[in-house]
């Protein structure tokens, strides 16, 4: 199984702020199969990231993929108030797993 | 717009049963695997099963083989998880969705429902 292991666990910063999430992988994640999702609380998770850098429809181009192998970064440019919520990774090369999430709170 | 309605959740006795259910609606659904993904309370996201558009591939999560069973039905458009033996662990929130692209297998999830809420308990 391909964990994934999401740091920090908890940001905290404030609006207008750039964050800076990691998730790496105990294996390489080929074809760059890895997907970001944004949760709010009482809600399902939406896509906001795939292909470690391609933007979901509807996804504001304040967010951002990169990395390659076993390491990768959702970056958010300036955070929005709207931008406080969890995050998690997935990889779906080798069958499909998730990171634990990242809690990004307001500071 | 694409919309998937979850349904089937409640309370449930250990080593009972439960089926799920899964409307969809606004894509040719027959073209496209589905996943059920599930959330216990306070924690983080495990797919829990896969099916693909001719339901030709199938995967389950170790935590639930043999246990779960994932079909659907491509006339109605709906999307099912038989779920038997359940286990306190198996508490949580369920969520179908759907698959990026239209291959099989592994994929990113574009669309979710809003999930059915299953508590196993005495």
């Known amino acids: 199984e391909n964990v994934l292991t999401q740091s920090p666990g908890t940001l905290s910063l404030s609006t207008g702020e750039r964050a800076t999430l990691s998730c790496r992988a105990s294996?390489?994640?080929?074809?760059?199969?890895l997907a970001w999702y944004q949760q709010k609380p009482g809600q399902a998770p939406r896509l906001l990231i795939y292909?470690?850098?391609s933007r979901a429809t509807g996804v504001p181009d304040r967010f951002s993929g990169s990395g390659s192998g076993t390491d990768f970064t959702l970056t958010i440019s300036r955070l929005e108030p709207e931008d406080f919520a969890m995050y998690y990774c997935q990889q779906y090369a080798t069958s499909i797993t998730f990171g634990q999430g990242t809690r990004l709170e307001i500071k | 717009e694409v919309q998937l309605v979850e349904s089937g959740g409640g309370l449930v006795q250990p080593g009972g049963s439960l089926r799920l259910s899964c409307g969809t609606s606004g894509f040719t659904f027959r073209n496209y695997a589905m996943s059920w993904i599930r959330q216990a309370p306070g924690k983080g996201l495990e797919r829990v099963s896969t099916?693909?558009?001719?339901?030709?591939?199938?995967e389950y999560s170790d935590s639930v083989k043999g246990r779960f069973a994932i079909s659907r039905d491509n006339a109605r458009n709906t999307l099912f998880l038989d779920m038997n033996s359940l286990r306190a662990e198996d508490s949580a929130v369920y969520y179908c969705?759907?698959?990026?692209?239209?291959?099989?297998?592994?994929?990113?999830?574009?669309?979710w429902g809003q999930g059915t809420l299953v508590t196993i308990s005495s």
């Open positions: 292909g470690v850098s």
């Open positions: 294996q390489s994640v080929s074809f760059n199969y």
């Open positions: 099916i693909s558009g001719d339901t030709t591939y199938i």
């Open positions: 969705a759907t698959h990026l692209g239209s291959g099989y297998g592994a994929d990113a999830f574009e669309v």
